[in-house]
């Protein structure tokens, strides 16, 4: 069950960026050597970085912050899906957030 969720997450994942990122390929400074990571799509840093700063703007104004720590990843896909709409993140912006939580997240 665990490892069927786990693998839901990578590949809704691997859905929402390689859609997200391709109307706009320009990826800043890739350190790609290996070659295979080309062909797999990888959640990029910037998207955990972006993702972080609209947790920080977005997820505060009616609560309490919560640090992506206090849940595991199951949790967060489903706090994710309610809270987007209430703080007004588009798909892209959401699917940012929820690298970023999901980086960050309770094992
Ligand atoms: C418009 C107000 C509003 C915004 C904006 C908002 N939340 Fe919430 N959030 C709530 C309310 C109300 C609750 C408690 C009631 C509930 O769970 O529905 C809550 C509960 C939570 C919880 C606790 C869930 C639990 O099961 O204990 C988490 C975590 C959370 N929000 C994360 C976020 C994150 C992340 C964002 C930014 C994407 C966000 N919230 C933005 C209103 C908001």
């Known amino acids: 069950m665990k490892r069927i969720y786990l693998s839901s997450v990578v590949v809704f994942l691997t859905i929402t960026f390689t859609l997200s990122c391709a109307s706009k390929t320009t ?3 890739t350190p790609s050597t290996d070659v ?6 990888v959640i990029s840093e910037a998207a955990i ?5 609209l947790f920080d703007q977005n997820c ?4 309490r912050l919560f640090s992506p720590t206090e849940f595991n990843g199951k949790r967060w896909v ?4 309610e809270m987007a709409p209430r703080a007004r993140l588009n ?4 699917s ?3 690298a970023f939580v999901l ?4 094992k």
């Open 103 to 106: 980086s960050n997240a309770k």
């Open 36 to 41: 295979s990571v080309v062909s797999k799509p």
């Open 96 to 98: 940012k957030v929820l």
């Open 78 to 81: 489903r706090i994710i899906d």
């Open 49 to 53: 970085l972006a993702g972080h700063q």
């Open 91 to 94: 798909a892209e912006d959401k």
């Open 27 to 29: 990826p800043t400074s």
């Open 60 to 63: 505060s104004k009616c609560h």
